[in-house]
């Protein structure tokens, strides 16, 4: 406080003049006087702090060398000491942060002055390049209007916002509170294809998987909610902005045949929040699965020896899968791939080399085939079939003879040659020239 100074005239000139002051009544303090008739009296700093709040009298008398006396009107003063005690009561939610949404919009900010008689101004300052908001005050409550994105200039880091309370006595006091900026580095969420592939398939869904994702955002306290089928699992993402899911088996077990919505949802510690969503498509269910089935080799699912010389096809047919996917085919220990059909059918040829080494073998074989759907879903299906590799009976055919079937009188008495064929015949056949 450094003290007080009271100072005043006696109204007289000369010397040995004293002035004495006296305070509510007490005792009488002694003045320093001048020949000119000024006078001055120090307070103390003790003195001072021990009056009781309220209205207080001054009291002056003076005397001259004649010892004539004289004293002056009263002097009234109040002494208010007690400083202003200003708070917050609400700042950007009282939780210690500054979000996106809270700069991006206009914001009351309000507190108590502390003042508990007289009037008050309050003044607010944020350290956003020392500006100053003028606070409108109520009795002992204060409130500033801070206009949209005018803090977003702040960085993100802490910072001190200080209010700053004087009454009407002159008595002023701050208060200052910390906050965080958290207005840049905000949440913008990405899902990760979901199960790596966008599909979940039967094998899949009886097995607990993950669902990962970034919160595009980095820092501690990132609560991440991911929704699907209506179901919210919740965890806390990394400092890196990283995080992981885990759905439970019974729960993928439930869900339908189709495509499920999946959201994300990010919450950072100043609460700021953001959402995004995904995709996924399901194929579970029994009857939405793929089948594959195989026709009879051969037309009867016999091949013969004469059979296997020739180009052979093997074909079948599939359901609940797209035009496009690969068929694998094995046969003998050989693979082929075909293509399903827009009717859902598929075939490939067989070499003639391959076939011809089916009969070598001369035992029953089987052809395995197998498709997957979009979602991975496996289908495979077996068939059987029989070599013959016995030959055929013989089929002996006579060529026309004379060429015509008819022999006339200038050709009885010729050499006649009587001739044919006999498949898969390896016997002599004798040739006679006997005449007609």
């Not at 005792?27 to 020949?35: E, L, S, T």
């Not at 074909?315 to 082929?336: D, H, M, R």
């Not at 009717?343 to 089987?366: E, I, M, Q, R």
């Amino acid at each position: 406080m450094n003290g007080q100074l009271l100072t005043g005239k006696t109204g007289l000139i000369g010397a040995d003049q004293t002035v004495t002051v006296s305070i509510d009544g007490g005792p009488a303090q002694q003045a320093i006087v001048n020949a000119s008739g000024q006078w001055q009296l120090a307070l103390t700093d003790d003195f001072l702090t021990g009056l009781d709040a309220g209205p207080h009298t001054i009291s002056v008398t003076a005397s001259d060398a004649a010892n004539n006396h004289a004293t002056g009107a009263d002097v009234s003063f109040t002494s208010s000491q007690t400083l202003p005690t200003p708070g917050f009561t609400e700042l950007f939610g009282n939780d210690g942060y500054l979000s996106l949404s809270d700069a991006s919009n206009a914001m009351l900010i309000s507190g108590t002055t502390g003042v508990t008689s007289g009037s008050s101004v309050a003044t607010l300052m944020i350290d956003l390049n020392g500006v100053q908001y003028p606070a409108m005050v109520n009795g002992n409550t204060w409130t500033v209007n801070i206009p949209a994105n005018a803090l977003n200039g702040l960085v993100d880091q802490l910072h001190t916002i200080t209010i700053t309370v004087t009454d009407d006595a002159g008595n002023t006091n701050t208060y200052s509170e910390d906050f965080t900026s958290l207005i840049h580095n905000v949440p913008k969420p990405v899902i990760e294809t979901i199960f790596g592939d966008g599909y979940l398939n039967q094998a899949e869904a009886g097995l607990d998987q993950t669902i990962t994702g970034n919160t595009g955002a980095t820092g501690a306290q990132q609560q991440v909610t991911v929704t699907l089928n209506n179901k919210p699992y919740t965890v806390t993402a990394g400092t890196d902005g990283h995080w992981v899911v885990t759905v439970p088996s019974a729960d993928l077990l439930m869900l339908q045949d189709g495509t499920p919505a999946v959201t994300v949802k990010v919450q950072d510690v100043a609460g700021n929040t953001a959402t995004s969503s995904g995709s996924v498509v399901v194929v579970i269910d029994s009857a939405d699965l793929p089948t594959i089935t195989i026709d009879n080799f051969a037309g009867d699912n016999i091949l013969t020896t004469a059979e296997s010389h020739q180009l052979q096809t093997i074909s079948g047919t599939t359901t609940n899968i797209a035009v496009g996917q690969p068929v694998t085919i094995t046969l003998n220990g050989k693979s082929y791939s075909a293509k399903v059909g827009g009717d859902g059918k598929w075939s490939v040829n067989v070499p003639v080399a391959d076939a011809t080494a089916l009969t070598a073998n001369g035992a029953g074989t089987n052809i395995h085939a197998q498709v997957s759907d979009n979602a991975g879903n496996l289908a495979t299906g077996d068939h059987s079939f029989t070599v013959d590799t016995s030959l055929p009976p013989p089929i002996i055919t006579i060529d026309p003879v004379t060429g015509d079937n008819v022999v006339i009188a200038d050709e009885v008495n010729l050499l006649m040659t009587i001739g044919g064929k006999a498949p898969f015949c390896h016997r002599a056949i004798s040739e006679r020239n006997d005449s007609i």
